[in-house]
Structure formats: structure tokens, C-alpha cells
């Protein structure tokens, strides 16, 4: 190398232009046509790109590459790539360049360019690469330069402000703080797909990584500082600013138009046009502005920074003096403020260092150590801190950092877990150890550290790099719809859980035709996965709809909410537009299907719902035949068609007189088609089923005019309890019904047992000769309930209980002595006149029903039978049903013996009263007419007065009978059965 007063008489140039000239080009191809060279950079990150690209084209072990943390250094190599730093001054190189020359004004580092421009030379070449804006400093300072003006590739054209959101693709977004390009990476993730980042802060490694994660087009958008103007080579058609104000180490401040326009120079690389603008709260920029970017004419370079390298390291206080000579030019101005200079001054006023440098060499490894640079971007105390600790253990371990030192710093940041924070401080701290473990004079073993601290960096580096994917880039969002832009086919598969994967990204699941996205796709998460689908689930569906088409019934069920299932899968649901007997249906999904296969298996499903009623619900098909059948009676035809209105079901409490109406002729045609007459409920037997009656609900809740809430029958169960999610106040009273079930008290008890219980009462009342009962334990068993449930059951019935005390004797009682005849006159005339017992429905109605042998009417005692003490007739043996068993409860006394207690609750049936004003059975009103005018109605007879004024007599008359025929009458067998008796 040569001194600014011997200048090589080899060629020197400085290649100047705006970017996107292809400066960094030319001069790589320059230095490979020499013998040997070096090209200084002004980024790490810069440096290692174009080492890669230089070993592509020589072989390795001729290539050299050279940073402040990095050292790939052949025995043999001839072409160096540098950082300006750390560009070999004591050698000599055939071609020597220098890239980005116009940093010689830079705060921080214009002094290291200043340094080489005036001091670095080649032996036969050397270029100078930067902005117009250093020509006339190149040309004052080295007037015998040569100057070479290269026109930019492409034209750079304002676009104006722009929302982040609405920015084109291939665009590159600029802030000037990590916050802000956080911020920024965020928003576009959410509605963008995701960015990469690049920051001044970052490792080179991670910088690579996030900038070709942006040139591969994995994604559109790349968030950075203004690292990304300095020689970073990027395929950006737009640059925006979201910023136009940064902090340069001293105060904040505007950017100057020099500046704005090298980082949007970086938009439309070679023969590309390129735009920029604004975005987000960045102020539109002013046309004096835009004019000057557009046109690249920019304020010429009036000054660059300067600082003495010639330095004497004799002493402390001659290396100060040295750092702080004046330039001999005018246009170089002596930096100020630059750190290692701070820390210099700091770490020189220690006592303990002054009294530690005996020698020039400890001088110049105070100078060493100053000169490492701040990574950790922290106050300057702090870092003048570790670095009065790493010389201290220089000069107390023979000028070597101890092992277990190293080991220690290395170990504590050798994590790669945390978050971008938390990995980039870790980051920041290992850099500077990697700096040390290239100081070979430092090192015990500076091979071991070098690799030790390399693997480390890189390590966290590709954490770091991942937690920005993780943070800001939605990779299968990206992927997927780069795929589908450029129309490649994508590999789909399923999983046995239904899951949903292509190429290698889960989308969503299919659940038997239906395709559900992800759970945790946003917006624009959704719109990418539901594009993908259609390209690429939507074959698997379109088979899968065939496969429906073309099989039997069998490989369908209806589960209980009204689905259609198709191998354990819902494809289809009970439509609201169909009914009982014209059932519809409607898909589940398959909406990226074939249209006319989804059409085709709708009317497959169809088919599928009538099959399954022509099967199932055949009782009540007959009895839709019956109700228009022109051979049936009318009286027939009525009932069918009232039990269809009802599907299948007459409750006789609220309808009983329809029932009362029929003949016999007509209940037996009823019969025929299954009806069957019950104590509380006319039925279909067959309807009750678990799967007529399920396949009916359904079809009812889930059909035209449903609620949805279907009450469905339990196989085997006789009854359950009414409470939770089966309370009867969860459902009507037709869905209970139409199940074969009925609300009774605290259990919803099934038709056919409420019938069985009332034979069960009518066989208790027979053995206990009158119309009171005691609950049976056959009566539990039959519900499956406990006594208090069967209880309920009964009272909800209309049977009423009441307590009797068990006596310890019996006691004979005193024959009753005659009463007075207008008393014995009162009481029959209450007990005929004033009450009647409560209708019975007879054994004859009920073909399973035990006969009993009197009536509870007959059994009641007479007003005037006096008792008598002699003991009954033995009945007559004869076969019947088994004896009831009382139920008993077991209670245990205070010797704690255990005893069986019979029940003392006697239950009956209470008479219901005619009088009162209200109608009686055969609708006449028997209220007292009250009013003007004569009474509404044909009334027969004599006058309310004429009656009251017929004397009466004293003795009460019998009350008159009204002859009924036999056939009309519902006790006539029994009444038959009674008067042989008598006989």
C-alpha cells in the first residue's frame, strides 16, 4: 500500500452513479481479471454475498473472506472480500476496490473511508464506488482520478402515499426503529400473509435468511431500516417509507434527500421500473423532494470525516495527541464523539490501567481492545465496562483471555430459546465474543473459540430467524397461495381424524362430505386455506358424493339429532320442507362438490327417508289406508283420522267422548290395524317401539313446523325420571307422546305401562274387597321407580291417599242404631243425587285386562245397612292372577333390631260431583235458570213452581232407572255377573 504522497501511478477511478448501475458488478469483475484483490464493503451482511458469489465462479481455496467476526482465510487465496474495517492494509493486492465511497461522510465510520480513499491502493488498479455526491471530494482530494459516471437500469418514479394495506407485492417498507418495523411486520401479517425483516441489529446470518425468505417469494413484503440502502441487493419493484425521521447515534433528525433517495434506489433492480412513496402516519414527501430522487441530483459532499491512522502508541498521552491531529485539507473534518475514541479517553483515566502499561505494546492492546465494537447498543459506561474487564484479564493472563472466562460468557448465551427480544440481545452479547475469538493474539486456542463462538451465533441466529417467521410470516398462508398463483399441483391427503394437509400444511378437517377451515386461520388465513380447498379438496369430495350416490339403504342411519349417516359420517339432515310421510332431505357440506352430484345425493338421502318410513312406520300407514278406506265405517274413519291428526295417539282424557262414540264394530276395525284401547291412552302397540316411535320424533322435530327437540324412547325402559335434560319441561306433550311416553309426576312413564299399572290397581282393589289400594311392590317393579316416584305417578293419575292408623285389636263395633227419617232421607238423596263414582274404563274395552268381579259402585256399603257381627261365606275358590304383595318399608328400632312396617296409606279414586251447576255426562245443564224471559232451550215438563208446590213426601223415593241397552252399556257384564250373585 501507498501513502496519499506516493500515489501508485497504477490507475485509480472512481465509478460513480445513482443505484441499480451495476457499480458492484463491474468492480468484482474487474478484480477477477487480475492476479490478486480486494473489495472493501460497507455491510457484513454485503460481504458474504458477494464471497458466494466470487467462490461460484473461483475455486474456494483461492477465495478469502475477511469481517470483523469472520475469518475464511486460504493458505493460498488471492481475492479478499471485506468489511472497509477489516480490509488488509499491510498487504499488497494486483486490484484494490472499495464499495459505497460516499460513506466517508458517516458520523461513526466516514473516517475508515476517508482512511482508504487516501491511503489504499492496488498495484495496478484501483476503483472507488459511490454516489455523484462524492465527486468533487474524489476530485479535490486525488485530482489524477479518473471519474466514470454510470447511468442508472431503470427508472424510479414517485407513487404517492399508500395504506400498508393496499401496498403492491415485492415492495419494501422502511422504519427507522425496531418498534416501528414490528409494528409494521404485525399489521402486515394480519392482512397481508406476512414480511421478513431486516435490521441493522440483526447477525448477518439472520439478515441472509430474511432477506432470502423475501427473494425466494415466499413472501411479498420485506420490513427494514435503512440497512436496507446500503448495498443490499434485493428484486423490489416499491419502496415506502412509513418514516422519513431517524436517530443517528447523536440526535434525531430528517433524512436528507441523499439519503431517502439511495434506499429507493433499491426499488426496480436492472431493466425493473421501481417506485416509491409513503405509507402509514409517514408525511407525503414535498415535489422539491421527489423531483430530486427521481432525477438522482442531490447536494454535492462538501466535507468528509478524518481522523489521523498514522498513530504513536509510545505512550498513552502520545496516542491521544496522535487521535487528535487536525487534517491538512479543507474539506476533512476530524471526527468527533466516534466510540472507541470515548472509550479510549474512559479506560486511560483508570488508575489501575495507567499503572498497568509499561510498554508500546500495552498502549496498542488498550487501542485493540477500545476498538471493539458496541454490538449491544448500550450507554457508553456500560460497554467501557466490559471492556476494562477484558483488558484486565489480558494483562493479568500473559496477554490471553482465560478459557473458563470464555467458556463462561460462551455457555450463559448458548440458548436458543425466547422470543425476537430476548434471541436478539443473546445475539448481540455472543457477537462480541466472536470478535475477540478472531483476535488470534487473544486466544489460547483462537481455533477452538472461533468455531466454538461460530456455532453459537449461528444457532441463535437461526432461532432468531425462525422466531421472525414464527412472528411475523404465515407460512402455510404464503405457500399455499403461491402454489395456486402459479397453478401448481398441490398434494392433498386425509387423515383417519379427518384432518386436511397440503403440501405439508394442515387447512382444515373434512368431516364426511363437509370441509370445515382451520380454527386458527384469520381472515386472510381463511380466504388462502378456502382457495385452496377448492383446488385441492374438492376432488376427494366429488368422490366421495359418488360413493353416496351409488350405494344401497344400508349404508345410511339417522342418529338422534336427525343427521344422515354415512360411515360414521353426518352427510345429511331431516329438512324442514318434507312431513311425516313425504320426508325431505338436504346435504351437510359438499359445497366444493360437483353440483349435480350434490343434487343426486340430496335425492338419494330422499330416498333413504321414505325407505325408512315405509318400514318403520307401517302401523300408522295402515291406519292412513283405513282413514280413507270407502269399506270402513264412518264412525272408523272419523277415529283413524283424528289418531292421524294426532299421529297415532288419543288421549282419552281430553277426548274421551270420541272414544265413548264408537261401537264395537268400529273398534274392530280399529283393532285390526292395531289400535289398542288403553286406561288413559288409545295407541298404536306397534308405534311404541323404540325405532317407529324414534324414526316418528324425528321426522316430527325435525320436518316442517318442528322445534328440534325430539324426545327420544329408550330401548327396555318402562319409565325414567322426569328431571335434567329429560324433564317433560324440555319438550311438548306431543313429543312426548308421540314417542309412546307420558308426563307423570316425577317419571315419564311409557303408554303400555300406564295400562298395565291400572290392571295392577283394579287386581289391589279386588283383594282388598272395596275401591281403596295400598301401593304393591309389583307396582315399583313395573315403573322401576321407588315408592316416593310411585307415588307421584299415582297422584298425577288423580288418585288421592290418606293415612290410617294400624290399631293393636280389633274391636266389634255396636250395631248402628236406626236415624231419624228425614236424616236417612238426606243421606241417600246426597249419595243419589250429589255423587257419582269416577268412570272406570271396563275390562271389556281391554282384551289384557283382568276381570273383577263387582263394580266399585256395588261394593260401597248402604247408608241404612246396619253392621252385623256374623262372619262372611268363605268365598269360592277360583283361578285368578298371583296375589298382590303390599309394599313394606323397613325402619330399624332403637335395640337396633330391623322390622318390616306395612304401609299405612290407602289410595282411591275420589268421586267426581255433578252438581254445582255443572253439566252432566250426557250434557244437560242442571244450573238453575236465572234471568227475565223464559228459559233458552226445549224444555219438557212442568214448571220450577208447579213442582214446588207438590206436596212431598216424607219417605225418600228410589231414583228412577233409565233402561239402557246392554250393548250401550260399559258395565253391563259386570252388572249381569252381580244380580246371579244375588240370585
Not at 433528525?253 to 431493466?271: D, S
Not at 270402513?632 to 288421549?651: C, H, K, Q, V, W
Not at 316442517?704 to 327396555?716: E, Q, V
Not at 239402557?964 to 255377573?977: G, H, T, V
Amino acid at each position: 500500500m501507498a501513502s496519499s504522497e506516493n500515489l501508485n501511478p497504477a490507475r485509480i477511478a472512481a465509478i460513480l452513479g445513482p443505484t441499480n448501475t451495476g457499480k458492484t458488478h463491474y468492480a468484482v469483475e474487474r478484480m477477477l481479471a487480475r492476479g490478486s484483490g480486494v473489495i472493501g464493503l460497507p455491510l457484513r451482511l454485503l460481504a458474504r454475498e458477494v464471497y458466494d458469489k466470487i467462490c461460484a465462479i473461483k475455486p474456494a481455496n483461492q477465495c478469502a473472506l475477511i469481517t470483523g467476526e469472520e475469518k475464511i482465510i486460504p493458505p493460498n487465496a488471492r481475492y479478499f472480500v471485506c468489511t472497509v474495517e477489516a480490509m488488509p492494509m499491510d498487504r499488497r493486492f494486483s486490484f484494490l476496490a472499495v464499495d459505497e465511497i460516499q460513506l466517508m461522510g458517516n458520523f461513526e465510520r466516514g473516517h475508515i473511508f476517508t482512511d482508504r480513499l487516501l491511503n489504499a491502493r492496488g498495484t495496478e488498479e484501483t476503483l472507488f464506488l459511490g454516489a455523484e455526491t462524492a465527486r468533487p471530494i474524489i476530485r479535490e482530494l486525488l485530482p489524477r482520478a479518473q471519474h466514470d459516471t454510470r447511468e442508472r437500469f431503470s427508472t424510479l418514479t414517485y407513487a404517492g402515499a399508500t395504506r400498508i394495506t393496499r401496498l403492491p407485492k415485492r415492495s419494501v417498507i422502511v422504519a427507522f426503529s425496531a418498534a416501528e418495523v414490528y409494528a409494521i411486520a404485525e399489521l402486515i401479517r394480519r392482512q397481508r400473509g406476512g414480511a421478513a425483516v431486516v435490521m441493522g441489529g440483526l447477525s448477518p446470518r439472520t439478515r441472509n435468511a430474511q432477506a432470502e425468505l423475501y427473494q425466494s417469494g415466499e413472501v411479498d413484503f420485506l420490513i427494514a431500516t435503512d440497512a436496507v440502502g446500503m448495498g443490499l441487493n434485493l428484486d423490489t419493484d416499491h419502496v415506502a417509507f412509513a418514516s422519513i425521521r431517524k436517530y443517528d447515534g447523536r440526535r434525531r433528525r430528517m433524512l436528507t434527500p441523499m439519503e431517502l433517495g439511495q434506499i429507493a434506489g433499491r426499488a426496480g433492480r436492472f431493466r425493473n421500473e421501481g417506485t416509491f412513496g409513503t405509507t402509514g402516519d409517514c408525511p407525503e414527501l414535498d415535489p422539491e423532494t421527489i423531483e430530486r430522487i427521481e432525477n438522482h441530483d442531490f447536494d454535492p459532499m462538501t466535507h468528509v470525516e478524518w481522523r489521523n491512522s498514522a498513530l504513536d502508541f509510545r505512550s498513552i498521552k502520545a496516542l491521544d495527541d496522535s487521535l487528535h491531529i487536525g487534517g491538512k485539507h479543507r474539506r476533512l473534518r476530524r471526527v468527533k464523539g466516534v466510540t472507541d475514541e470515548l472509550a479510549f479517553e474512559r479506560l486511560s483515566a483508570i488508575p489501575e490501567i495507567q499503572q498497568s502499561i509499561k510498554i508500546p505494546a500495552d498502549v496498542r492492546r488498550l487501542w485493540d481492545v477500545c476498538q471493539i465494537p458496541d454490538f449491544r447498543n448500550v450507554t457508553i459506561d456500560a460497554h467501557v465496562r466490559l471492556l476494562q474487564d477484558i483488558y484486565r484479564l489480558l494483562q493479568n493472563n500473559k496477554h490471553r483471555l482465560p478459557d473458563d472466562y470464555m467458556n463462561k460468557q460462551v455457555s450463559r448465551l448458548d440458548d436458543p430459546s425466547g422470543g425476537v427480544d430476548i434471541l436478539s440481545s443473546r445475539l448481540a452479547q455472543i457477537r462480541t465474543w466472536t470478535y475477540c475469538a478472531n483476535k488470534v493474539s487473544w486466544m489460547w486456542d483462537a481455533k477452538h473459540w472461533n468455531a466454538r463462538t461460530r456455532e453459537v451465533e449461528d444457532r441463535l441466529s437461526d432461532a432468531l430467524h425462525e422466531s421472525l417467521i414464527a412472528r411475523f410470516v404465515d407460512r402455510r398462508t404464503s405457500a399455499l397461495l403461491k402454489n395456486i398463483g402459479l397453478g401448481n399441483p398441490m398434494e392433498t391427503s386425509v387423515k383417519d381424524n379427518g384432518e386436511v394437509w397440503v403440501d405439508g400444511h394442515k387447512i382444515g378437517y373434512l368431516d364426511g362430505v363437509d370441509f370445515r377451515l382451520d380454527d386458527s386461520a384469520t381472515d386472510l388465513e381463511a380466504k388462502a386455506l378456502q382457495a385452496t380447498a377448492a383446488a385441492a379438496v374438492g376432488p376427494e369430495i366429488d368422490r366421495r358424493l359418488t360413493s353416496l350416490c351409488g350405494g344401497t339403504h344400508a349404508i345410511f342411519t339417522l342418529d338422534d339429532t336427525g343427521r344422515i349417516m354415512w360411515g360414521g359420517k353426518a352427510v345429511g339432515r331431516i329438512a324442514s320442507s318434507g312431513s311425516v310421510f313425504n320426508p325431505d332431505a338436504e346435504l351437510i357440506g359438499g359445497a366444493l362438490g360437483n353440483q349435480n352430484l350434490q343434487n343426486l345425493a340430496v335425492n338419494r338421502m330422499r330416498d333413504f327417508l321414505k325407505a325408512e318410513v315405509t318400514a318403520k312406520l307401517e302401523p300408522l300407514l295402515k291406519l292412513k289406508a283405513l282413514s280413507e278406506s270407502p269399506e270402513a265405517l264412518p264412525a272408523t274413519r272419523g277415529f283413524a283420522f283424528s289418531m292421524l291428526e294426532n299421529f297415532g295417539y288419543i288421549d282419552r282424557a281430553k277426548q274421551g267422548q270420541i272414544v265413548r262414540d264408537l261401537d264395537q264394530d268400529a273398534r274392530k276395525q280399529l283393532r285390526e290395524v292395531g289400535v289398542y284401547f288403553g286406561q288413559y291412552t288409545v295407541f298404536m302397540r306397534d308405534m311404541i317401539k323404540p325405532k317407529p316411535a324414534t324414526l316418528l320424533s324425528l321426522l316430527l322435530s325435525y320436518g316442517a313446523g318442528g322445534d328440534k327437540k325430539p324426545f327420544i324412547p329408550f330401548a327396555g325402559v318402562t319409565s325414567i325420571q322426569n328431571e335434567g335434560e329429560l324433564s317433560s319441561t324440555h319438550y311438548t306433550d306431543q313429543a312426548l307422546a308421540v314417542a309412546g311416553y307420558r308426563a307423570c309426576g316425577t317419571r315419564i312413564v311409557r303408554f303400555d305401562i300406564l295400562d298395565r299399572l291400572a290392571n295392577l290397581i283394579r287386581q289391589a282393589m279386588s283383594e282388598a274387597g272395596g275401591r281403596k289400594f295400598v301401593i304393591m311392590q309389583e307396582m315399583l317393579a313395573l315403573l322401576g321407580s321407588s315408592y316416593d316416584d310411585t307415588r307421584g305417578v299415582l297422584q298425577s293419575l288423580g288418585y288421592k291417599s290418606e293415612e290410617v292408623e294400624v290399631k293393636p285389636e280389633a274391636k266389634v263395633e255396636e250395631p248402628a242404631k236406626a236415624e231419624e227419617p228425614e236424616k236417612v232421607e238426606d243421606a241417600a238423596t246426597e249419595a243419589a243425587t250429589t255423587e257419582t263414582p269416577a268412570p272406570i274404563i271396563p275390562a271389556s274395552e281391554n282384551p289384557a285386562a283382568p276381570t273383577v268381579a263387582e263394580t266399585p259402585a256395588a261394593e260401597a256399603p248402604k247408608a241404612d245397612a246396619p253392621a252385623v257381627d256374623a262372619p262372611k261365606p268363605a268365598p269360592k275358590p277360583k283361578s285368578g292372577p298371583k296375589p298382590l304383595s303390599p309394599y313394606t318399608r323397613r325402619e330399624t328400632l332403637e335395640d337396633g333390631t330391623q322390622v318390616d312396617l306395612p304401609t299405612q296409606e290407602l289410595w282411591t279414586m275420589p268421586f267426581k260431583k255433578r252438581g254445582g251447576g255443572r253439566p252432566d255426562n250426557r250434557g244437560n245443564d242442571n244450573r238453575a235458570f236465572k234471568g227475565k224471559g223464559k228459559p233458552k232451550g226445549n224444555f219438557k215438563g212442568k214448571p220450577r213452581g208447579d213442582r214446588n208446590n207438590t206436596p212431598r213426601d216424607n219417605k225418600p223415593k228410589a231414583p228412577k232407572e233409565r233402561p239402557r241397552k246392554i250393548e250401550d252399556s260399559p258395565f253391563a257384564a259386570l252388572a249381569a255377573l252381580k244380580n246371579l250373585k244375588k240370585d
